[in-house]
C-alpha cells in the first residue's frame, strides 16, 4: 500500500471532492441539454427500479414485522398494544423505510454502476465514446442519475406499504390485535411532516447512489483490481453519505415544517 | 541578405497551413504527474498523407492519437486539427469535430454489451440515421474488413484479430476525413497483422484518408511505404521494382518525448543517426 504525506492526501482529497461535483454538477445540468437518451434511462429505470422490487418488498416487510414485534414487548408493559399500528406507521415512513431502500439500492446499484462504467473505463470503452463523439456523461452518467432518483421515490413507497404489512402480519396473527385498529391508527398518526421527511429523503438518496458510483466508476484504474476497489469504495461512501444526508435532511423539514 | 518577415504574415502563414494540413502541432509538451511525456514537438500531416509514428513503449506514441482528439489537453502548445485549434475547445464542439476524425483503439476498444451490428452502428445511431441506411452502411463496412457474418455477434465472441477489423469497420463508417490508429496490429500474428495492414492499406489507397499510424512494428510501418492496393484484384501487392516508393506515407520517430525523425522511407533508410540506425536495423 502506498502511503501518502499529509499534504499529498489533502490535495488528493480536495481533487476528489471537485471532481465529484463536477460530476454531478454536469449530471444535473445535461438534463436540460439535448441530445436526452430516452431509451437508456427507461432502461436504468428496470435495472434499478424493477430489478430492485424484491430486495425492497423483502427488507420492507421484515422490517415492518420486527418493528412490531420489539415494539409489542414494550407496549404491553404500559398496556398500549393497541398503538403498534402508530409507531410502525412513523418509524417506517419517516425514517427507516427511505433509509433502509436506500442502503439497499446503494449496495445493489451503487456498486453496478461503478464495475460497470469502471469496467468500461479500463477498457478504453469510455474514450471511444467520445471518441466517436458521443458525450459519456450525458450518455451514461444522466441516465442512471434521472432513473435512480425517480424509482428511489417509489422503491421507498413499496418499501414502506410493505413495511406495514409486516407489521399487521405479527400484529394480527401473534399480537392478535384488531385488523381496523391497527390500520386507522397507522393512518391516523401520520402527520403531513412525517410523510414529507419520508418523501423527500429518497429523492436526495437516489442522486446519491448513482452520482457516487459514475464518480467512482469513471475515475477507476489500474485493471481489474482498481474495478473491484471502485466498486468498494462506491458502496462504502453512498451508504455513509446517505445516513449522513439522511441526518440533515430530517432536521432541516423537522425545522421547517 | 533574406527579407525580414512581419509577425502579422507569420501568423497568417501558420494560420494558412493549419487549415489546408489535416493536422498541425505546434510546440506541444505534455506531462503526466511530473514527468514529461511528449517535449516541444511539432510536426504536420497533409491531407491524404500517412504518417506512421514509431518509438520505443513509452515515448508517447499513444498521447499524441489522444491530443489529436482532445481527450487530453497539452501542457503547452497549439493543435489544429482540420483547420481547427483543439486546445482551446469545449467538449461540445470537440465532440462535432470528434465525428469526423476515426480511432482504432490499441485494444479494439469495443463497447462489449453491445452486438457487432451496434458497436459497428453506433455513430449513426447516435446522429439518428434511419434503420435502413444503417443497415446498408453497417453491412458496407463489415464487408470492407470482410467480416459481413458477424452482426448478431458480440466483441467476446471474436478472435483478437476479428476485434481489430470491427474497430476499423466502427471507425470508417461515416467515412472520417482522418483515421487514427493506435497499434492495430500490436498482439497479432504474423498472418493477422498482414491482414489489419493491408486493411489500412487498402483505406489510404482507395479513400485516401489522412492518417496517423502509431506502431511498435517497423515492418508495419515499411510495407505501407512499399505496397499499394489492387483495386482490381483485392489485395495488397508490392510496387514494382524501381517504382517511386510512396511519398505520401511518412515516418515520424519519437525518442524521450521528442522527435528525432520526420521525413521518408528513403530518408529514414538513409539517415546516419546513430540511434535511428540501430532501431531500424
Not at chain 2, 4 to 24: M, Y
Not at chain 2, 28 to 47: H, W, Y
Not at chain 2, 142 to 162: C, H, I, Q, W, Y
Request: aromatic share 8%.
Amino acid at each position: 500500500m502506498e502511503f501518502l504525506s499529509p499534504s499529498d492526501y489533502a490535495k488528493e482529497t480536495v481533487l476528489a471532492v471537485q471532481e465529484y461535483s463536477l460530476l454531478a454538477w454536469r449530471a444535473v445540468t445535461n438534463i436540460f441539454r439535448h441530445p436526452r437518451y430516452v431509451a437508456d434511462t427507461l432502461q436504468q429505470a428496470d435495472v434499478i427500479g424493477v430489478g430492485s422490487v424484491p430486495i425492497v418488498v423483502l427488507t420492507g416487510l421484515f422490517t415492518g414485522a420486527v418493528l412490531a414485534l420489539n415494539a409489542a414487548r414494550t407496549l404491553q408493559q404500559f398496556g398500549t398494544l393497541a398503538l403498534t399500528g402508530q409507531l410502525v406507521s412513523i418509524a417506517m415512513v419517516r425514517q427507516l423505510g427511505p433509509v433502509l431502500t436506500g442502503l439497499m439500492v446503494a449496495g445493489r446499484n451503487a456498486s453496478g454502476i461503478a464495475s460497470e462504467l469502471g469496467s468500461m473505463k479500463v477498457t478504453e470503452q469510455i474514450d471511444a465514446m467520445r471518441a466517436l463523439g458521443t458525450d459519456p456523461y450525458k450518455k451514461l452518467v444522466t441516465p442512471r442519475v434521472v432513473a435512480s432518483v425517480f424509482m428511489l421515490f417509489f422503491l421507498t413507497i413499496i418499501s414502506d406499504l410493505c413495511g406495514l404489512t409486516g407489521g399487521w402480519a405479527v400484529a394480527r396473527f401473534q399480537l392478535q390485535l384488531d385488523s381496523h385498529q391497527y390500520w386507522n391508527n397507522a393512518y391516523q398518526s401520520l402527520a403531513f411532516v412525517d410523510v414529507m421527511i419520508g418523501l423527500a429523503n429518497p429523492l436526495f438518496f437516489g442522486f446519491i447512489v448513482a452520482t457516487v458510483g459514475c464518480y467512482y466508476g469513471m475515475s477507476a484504474r489500474g485493471g481489474t483490481q482498481g474495478v473491484g476497489r471502485a466498486t468498494t469504495q462506491a458502496v462504502v461512501w453512498a451508504s455513509v453519505l446517505i445516513l449522513v444526508v439522511n441526518y440533515f435532511v430530517s432536521q432541516l423539514l423537522l425545522w421547517l415544517f | 541578405m533574406p527579407t525580414p518577415v512581419a509577425p502579422d504574415e507569420k501568423i497568417a502563414g501558420g494560420a494558412e497551413q493549419s487549415s489546408q494540413a489535416a493536422i498541425v502541432f505546434e510546440n506541444v509538451s505534455i506531462a503526466f504527474e511530473g514527468k514529461t511525456v511528449l517535449e516541444s514537438i511539432s510536426f504536420t500531416l497533409e491531407r491524404g498523407e500517412t504518417k506512421s509514428i514509431l518509438g520505443v513503449a513509452g515515448s508517447g506514441k499513444s498521447t499524441i492519437l489522444k491530443l489529436v482528439l482532445g481527450l487530453i489537453k497539452p501542457d503547452q502548445g497549439c493543435i489544429y486539427v482540420l483547420g481547427e485549434e483543439v486546445t482551446s475547445m469545449g467538449e461540445d464542439d470537440l465532440a462535432t469535430l470528434r465525428r469526423k476524425i476515426g480511432m482504432v483503439f490499441q485494444e479494439s476498444a469495443l463497447f462489449d454489451s453491445l452486438t457487432v451490428r451496434d458497436n459497428v452502428a453506433f455513430r449513426l445511431m447516435e446522429e439518428n440515421v434511419p434503420e435502413e441506411e444503417i443497415d446498408r452502411r453497417v453491412k458496407e463496412a463489415l464487408r470492407f474488413v470482410e467480416l459481413e457474418n458477424t452482426l448478431d455477434k458480440f466483441p467476446a465472441e471474436l478472435s483478437g484479430g476479428m476485434r481489430r477489423r470491427v474497430a476499423i469497420a466502427r471507425a470508417i463508417i461515416n467515412q472520417p476525413e482522418i483515421l487514427l490508429y493506435d497499434s492495430p496490429t500490436g498482439g497479432l500474428d504474423p498472418v493477422t497483422s498482414t491482414t489489419i495492414i493491408e486493411l489500412i492499406l487498402k483505406q489510404r489507397d482507395v479513400y485516401h484518408t489522412s492518417a496517423l499510424l502509431v506502431t511498435q512494428r517497423l515492418q508495419d510501418a515499411f510495407t505501407m511505404a512499399t505496397h499499394y492496393f489492387d483495386k482490381k484484384a483485392n489485395q495488397m501487392r508490392p510496387l514494382p521494382a524501381g517504382a517511386h516508393v510512396d511519398d505520401r506515407t511518412t515516418f515520424m520517430l519519437l525518442r524521450d518525448g521528442k522527435v528525432i525523425f520526420d521525413g521518408t522511407a528513403q530518408e529514414l533508410a538513409t539517415s546516419r543517426d546513430e540511434y535511428i540506425r540501430e532501431y531500424i536495423s
